[in-house]
């Protein structure tokens, strides 16, 4: 009867033993959307992400270390500044304006290998004070790298240093005030994803909206092969309609972009896109204005395709606006309650256009648009059609045998959707004949209550006036 006791008591030690060691919660370690991003030079960039398979820890002191390929990426990548990071989720956060984790050592720990130290300034398990690791299988983002490419038909060689890095991570929970080690895995190879390995870093030439997040540009989880730039083409498709991409605050850059049908592209009153190359559009560009400013869309290419443009112009209420349309033949009828004049050389007077359906002359054509406050207030205007582009011209006057002071003035305006440089006459912006057109332009200024004036490559003009029309 000995023997059966004595295993009874083994047993209950092996559960006892496995008890103690499953209450250390493990963390696990993976690269994930990597992406490499045309340019000069091209840049591998890439995120990790943390996961623990028990909820409730919150990261504290931290070392990752990471291999990589110096044929592939060059020695020594810290010191000789060729990678940047960036905090993501699992980094980020203030507390009194106190960033909630530091960088507190980032060094080449051999010439194929850097690290990356980080400490929390806090040490409350608290959301407050510091960020919670995923469980459950979910991932969350510690940082991104962005690594210079030396070699772009190598491999990239990336790899977790787990040997380094195990013993070294620590966590805070409700049963642990102060850093505690997190469990070593019983299986390393399963707690550090290595598929960087073999990531090809021959720069892609195309990316294309998927609107995985949202309906962000700038997100490079929106695109199959990251946020485009001067060296990608990018192409936007059928997808959700909410997903579909607005440019809002920044820049963006493509070399070209399609537009396919049913798809749709915004720029925000405070965007900007410039497009290199062709812009082929299928579907529907907008491009809002509001009070704060009216979008920016600048195209050096071509514009083609069978689909619409949407520009539109905020008018504030009781001053006059100086515009003109960036689509063929519009109608009258988008100024419904609206002001309307053009101007009329010969005579040197302002006439008021009151038919509220006919079709307007476009090329170049300029007119003044007024919205009082007793009946349309602030309001937008919506130019809806074809996109003008190409070479656009307008006859001038001169009535020379005219009595009045304002012989030769003509009421010209940009038949673009982006803006155009008045000191630009090189073929890539006016064409002008030097010896009978002025050099100097005139803007009304409501504000000013008068013209502000600009005269081709001076360094400023007047009452705000500038040499982009």
Same mark, same amino acid.
């Given at each position: 009867?000995?023997?059966?006791?004595?295993?009874?008591?083994?047993?209950?030690?092996?559960?006892?033993?496995?008890?103690?060691?499953?209450?250390?919660?493990?963390?696990?370690?993976?690269?994930?959307?990597?992406?490499?991003?045309?340019?000069?030079?091209?840049?591998?960039?890439?995120?990790?992400?943390?996961?623990?398979?028990?909820?409730?820890?919150?990261?504290?002191?931290?070392?990752?270390?990471?291999?990589?390929?110096?044929?592939?990426?060059?020695?020594?990548?810290?010191?000789?500044?060729?990678?940047?990071?960036?905090?993501?989720?699992?980094?980020?956060?203030?507390?009194?304006?106190?960033?909630?984790?530091?960088?507190?050592?980032?060094?080449?720990?051999?010439?194929?290998?850097?690290?990356?130290?980080?400490?929390?300034?806090?040490?409350?398990?608290?959301?407050?004070?510091?960020?919670?690791?995923?469980?459950?299988?979910?991932?969350?983002?510690?940082?991104?790298?962005?690594?210079?490419?030396?070699?772009?038909?190598?491999?990239?060689?990336?790899?977790?240093?787990?040997?380094?890095?195990?013993?070294?991570?620590?966590?805070?929970?409700?049963?642990?005030?102060?850093?505690?080690?997190?469990?070593?895995?019983?299986?390393?190879?399963?707690?550090?994803?290595?598929?960087?390995?073999?990531?090809?870093?021959?720069?892609?030439?195309?990316?294309?909206?998927?609107?995985?997040?949202?309906?962000?540009?700038?997100?490079?989880?929106?695109?199959?092969?990251?946020?485009?730039?001067?060296?990608?083409?990018?192409?936007?498709?059928?997808? %959700?309609?909410? +997903? #579909?991409?607005?440019?809002?605050?920044?820049? &963006?850059?493509?070399? /070209? =972009? !399609?537009?396919?049908?049913? @798809?749709?592209?915004?720029?925000?009153?405070?965007?900007?896109?410039?497009?290199?190359?062709?812009?082929?559009?299928?579907?529907?560009?907008?491009?809002?204005?509001?009070?704060?400013?009216?979008?920016?869309?600048?195209?050096?290419?071509?514009?083609?395709?069978?689909?619409?443009?949407?520009?539109?112009?905020?008018?504030?209420?009781?001053?006059?606006?100086?515009?003109?349309?960036?689509?063929?033949?519009?109608?009258?009828?988008?100024?419904?309650?609206?002001?309307?004049?053009?101007?009329?050389?010969?005579?040197?007077?302002?006439?008021?256009?009151?038919?509220?359906?006919?079709?307007?002359?476009?090329?170049?054509?300029?007119?003044?648009?007024?919205?009082?406050?007793?009946?349309?207030?602030? %309001?937008?205007? +919506? #130019?809806?059609?074809?996109?003008?582009?190409? &070479?656009?011209?307008? /006859? =001038? !006057?001169?009535?020379?045998? @005219?009595?009045?002071?304002?012989?030769?003035?003509?009421?010209?305006?940009?038949?673009?959707?982006?803006?155009?440089?008045?000191?630009?006459?090189?073929?890539?912006?006016?064409?002008?004949?030097?010896?009978?057109?002025?050099?100097?332009?005139?803007?009304?200024?409501?504000?000013?209550?008068?013209?502000?004036?600009?005269?081709?490559?001076?360094?400023?003009?007047?009452?705000?006036?500038?040499?982009?029309?």
């Amino acid at each position: 009867m000995k023997a059966p006791k004595l295993l009874l008591v083994v047993l209950m030690l092996y559960l006892f033993s496995n008890t103690i060691i499953a209450q250390y919660p493990v963390i696990s370690w993976r690269f994930a959307n990597q992406i490499v991003i045309p340019g000069t030079p091209n840049i591998a960039q890439f995120d990790v992400e943390l996961t623990c398979d028990q909820s409730g820890t919150f990261h504290s002191d931290m070392q990752v270390y990471f291999d990589y390929n110096t044929l592939a990426f060059g020695s020594n990548i810290v010191l000789n500044n060729k990678i940047t990071y960036t905090k993501l989720e699992l980094m980020d956060g203030n507390y009194l304006s106190l960033p909630l984790y530091d960088v507190v050592n980032y060094i080449d720990n051999s010439s194929s290998r850097f690290a990356i130290l980080t400490e929390s300034n806090f040490t409350s398990p608290n959301s407050l004070y510091m960020n919670e690791v995923p469980s459950g299988g979910t991932w969350g983002g510690f940082l991104r790298f962005q690594i210079e490419i030396a070699d772009i038909s190598e491999l990239a060689g990336i790899e977790f240093a787990d040997w380094l890095m195990d013993g070294f991570n620590y966590y805070i929970d409700a049963t642990h005030s102060s850093p505690t080690k997190y469990g070593d895995p019983p299986d390393y190879a399963a707690n550090y994803n290595n598929d960087l390995l073999s990531w090809d870093l021959t720069p892609p030439t195309l990316t294309t909206w998927t609107g995985n997040i949202d309906n962000d540009w700038f997100d490079f989880l929106n695109w199959s092969d990251g946020v485009p730039n001067e060296y990608f083409d990018a192409q936007i498709p059928n997808v %959700a309609k909410a +997903s #579909f991409p607005v440019i809002s605050e920044n820049t &963006a850059i493509v070399d /070209s =972009l !399609t537009i396919n049908s049913s @798809a749709s592209l915004e720029i925000d009153s405070s965007g900007k896109l410039t497009v290199n190359g062709l812009f082929y559009n299928d579907g529907n560009l907008k491009i809002k204005s509001s009070s704060a400013g009216t979008g920016s869309f600048i195209n050096y290419g071509i514009i083609d395709g069978t689909g619409n443009g949407t520009v539109e112009r905020y008018i504030s209420e009781d001053a006059w606006h100086y515009i003109s349309s960036p689509i063929d033949d519009p109608n009258t009828s988008i100024f419904t309650g609206l002001y309307l004049m053009w101007f009329y050389e010969p005579d040197s007077i302002w006439k008021y256009i009151a038919n509220a359906d006919s079709t307007l002359a476009t090329n170049m054509q300029g007119f003044a648009v007024w919205s009082a406050s007793g009946s349309t207030g602030n %309001a937008t205007v +919506s #130019f809806t059609g074809s996109l003008n582009t190409g &070479a656009k011209s307008i /006859s =001038l !006057t001169n009535t020379t045998t @005219a009595s009045h002071n304002s012989k030769g003035f003509n009421f010209v305006g940009n038949p673009y959707p982006s803006a155009v440089n008045w000191n630009n006459d090189d073929g890539n912006g006016w064409t002008r004949t030097s010896t009978n057109v002025d050099a100097t332009l005139y803007i009304w200024n409501h504000p000013a209550g008068n013209y502000g004036t600009y005269v081709k490559d001076a360094a400023s003009g007047t009452n705000s006036v500038d040499s982009i029309i």
